[in-house]
T-cell receptor, first 109, second 117 residues
Framework: DSGVTQTPKHLITATGQRVTLRCSPRSGDLSVYWYQQSLDQGLQFLIQYYNGEERAKGNILERFSAQQFPDLHSELNLSSLELGDSALYFC????????FGPGTRLTVL | AQSVTQLDSQVPVFEEAPVELRCNYSSSVSVYLFWYVQYPNQGLQLLLKYLSGSTLVKGINGFEAEFNKSQTSFHLRKPSVHISDTAEYFCAVSRGLSGGSNYKLTFGKGTLLTVNP
């Protein structure tokens, strides 16, 4: 158990819909990183928040957004979903050494 | 920017045989290096890391890796594998000593290790 929690574990939705993925970092960790794992793109960094502020952006689509709340949990919002958004979404916390949550498997039908 | 190349997409081996999973990286700045393991339908678990110091690092489950700066490599080794080591292994790199708080990981495409009886 990494100490990072993610909900929900699975999400099935339709094209055009919007979903929210939630992540709680390890106790005391200020950073949250979001990653996407898909068959064609592999594991890709999406975005990082540090103590409530966006710190770095990777290959994140404009339809996707994230935020980190005062209690340090983070949410990744995915809108206008397309079939190609089907993937595993991971969050990770800590700094130099990242601990990953179990992931949310998103299926867009 | 950093990049990671895992030279083998699949490595089949027999139980109790030694294994080496190869990883090369590219970076214009100092780096931190990691190996993660992903079992089927699970998340990523940190196997080992190189941050600084000794270039030979030991991790969990009997794995070790050697950081070779001149060859920009960070190969993962295990002297004797078990059936339970069957999984996908990812090499990753982050910017080292960034002076800030951004340690985003760049991953290789993964190596599927299959251990056969």
């Amino acid at each position: 158990d990494s100490g990072v929690t993610q909900t929900p574990k699975h999400l099935i939705t339709a094209t055009g819909q919007r979903v929210t993925l939630r992540c709680s970092p390890r106790s005391g960790d200020l950073s949250v990183y979001w990653y996407q794992q898909s068959l064609d793109q592999g594991l890709q960094f999406l975005i990082q928040y540090y103590n409530g502020e966006e710190r770095a952006k990777g290959n994140i689509l404009e339809r996707f957004s994230a935020q980190q709340f005062p209690d340090l949990h983070s949410e990744l919002n995915l809108s206008s979903l397309e079939l190609g958004d089907s993937a595993l979404y991971f969050c990770a916390s800590s700094g130099r050494e990242q601990f990953f949550g179990p992931g949310t498997r998103l299926t867009v039908l | 920017a950093q990049s990671v190349t895992q030279l083998d997409s699949q490595v089949p081996v027999f139980e109790e045989a030694p294994v080496e999973l190869r990883c090369n990286y590219s970076s214009s700045v100092s780096v931190y290096l990691f190996w993660y393991v992903q079992y089927p339908n699970q998340g990523l678990q940190l196997l080992l890391k190189y941050l600084s110091g000794s270039t030979l690092v030991k991790g969990i489950n009997g794995f070790e890796a050697e950081f070779n700066k001149s060859q920009t490599s960070f190969h993962l080794r295990k002297p004797s594998v078990h059936i339970s080591d069957t999984a996908e292994y990812f090499c990753a790199v982050s910017r080292g000593l960034s002076g800030g708080s951004n340690y985003k990981l760049t991953f290789g495409k993964g190596t599927l290790l299959t251990v056969n009886p």
